[in-house]
């Protein structure tokens, strides 16, 4: 496994295009910056034409949809297919509602996704499987999460990532599974929407043919970090967590990674 993304993402700087919610945009700038890349926060209508061409990626974020970013994500994304660049989904609560689930599926079929990243209620729901989720929470359910981070790849012809206790990401062919993290992560908010955000990052510093390496290797840093941050907090210091992954993520590095990361084929 290659873990040199983190130096490239030092030395590149990628501009990462975020079309993400009102809860999650300043983490996820933060964290991207903290990595070394560059965040570029706006669903403006206006820009959507502009952006494309000078983001490196662009991850779309369904947190907090309104007409108008829908409208955004439609533009931006097409013009990114167009220009050859990665687009990453974060498909937060696709199931909750009729309205989300509507919106994924126009998402999914008007826009080519480098990769997807959510929890596992949400890639079920993507992969047609009954699961019982809870809003915008992973719920629960008995399906096998590594078939379905596959079933769910070979569906939209993309890296898929289900993040859990176990991360597994699959390109439909093979499913590698991440067991680093921390019980930390569900208990901040936007922890996930960050992770797309690095996704992101990681994609635009790769080729093409590099998509699956790239994701597991986000991943992983990104598992790694969190649990580094954890180690020196008792489990209630959720604020502590909150910084203390911010300053992970801002010192980890790629032999830190190749060091700690627990990364294995399914």
């Known amino acids: 496994m290659n873990f040199q993304y983190l130096s490239k993402i030092r030395q590149q700087n990628p501009l990462v295009h975020n079309i993400t919610n009102l809860v999650s ?15 570029f926060m ?11 061409a000078i983001a490196d990626a662009l ?34 609560g696709a199931g909750a509602t009729a309205y989300r689930q509507q919106i994924a599926k126009k998402l999914l079929s008007e826009i080519r ?9 949400e890639v079920a729901f993507l992969a047609g499987v009954d699961w019982q989720a ?11 999460v590594a078939m379905l981070a596959k079933d769910c790849a070979n569906r939209y012809g993309c890296v898929v990532a289900v993040s859990g206790v176990v991360d597994y990401v699959s390109d439909g062919d093979v499913v590698f599974t991440i067991k680093n993290g921390t019980p930390m992560f569900p208990k901040i908010t936007a922890s996930g929407c960050l992770l797309a955000g690095v996704c992101g990052a990681f994609l635009a510093v790769a080729t093409p043919s590099e998509a699956l390496q790239a994701v597991v290797a986000a991943s992983g840093s990104y ?44």
Not at 42 to 52: A, F, G, K, R, Y
Not at 134 to 144: Q, R
């Open 25 to 39: 945009a300043h983490f996820t700038a933060n964290g991207l910056l903290a990595i070394g890349a560059s965040p």
């Open 42 to 52: 706006s669903s403006t209508l206006d820009e959507m034409s502009q952006v494309p």
């Open 59 to 92: 991850v779309i974020n369904m947190g907090a949809l309104s007409i108008t970013q829908v409208e955004a994500m439609l533009m931006a994304g097409k013009a990114m297919n167009e220009l050859g660049k990665p687009v990453v989904l974060d498909p937060v």
């Open 113 to 121: 996704f480098s990769a997807i990243r959510g929890n596992a209620g």
């Open 134 to 144: 809870k809003g915008v929470d992973a719920g629960c359910g008995h399906a096998d």
């Open 223 to 266: 598992a790694v970090a969190g649990e580094l941050a954890a180690a020196r907090l008792e489990q209630t210091q959720l604020g502590q967590f909150y910084v203390g992954l911010m300053d992970c993520l801002g010192a980890i590095d790629d032999d830190t990674v190749a060091k700690f990361a627990k990364i294995d084929e399914y």
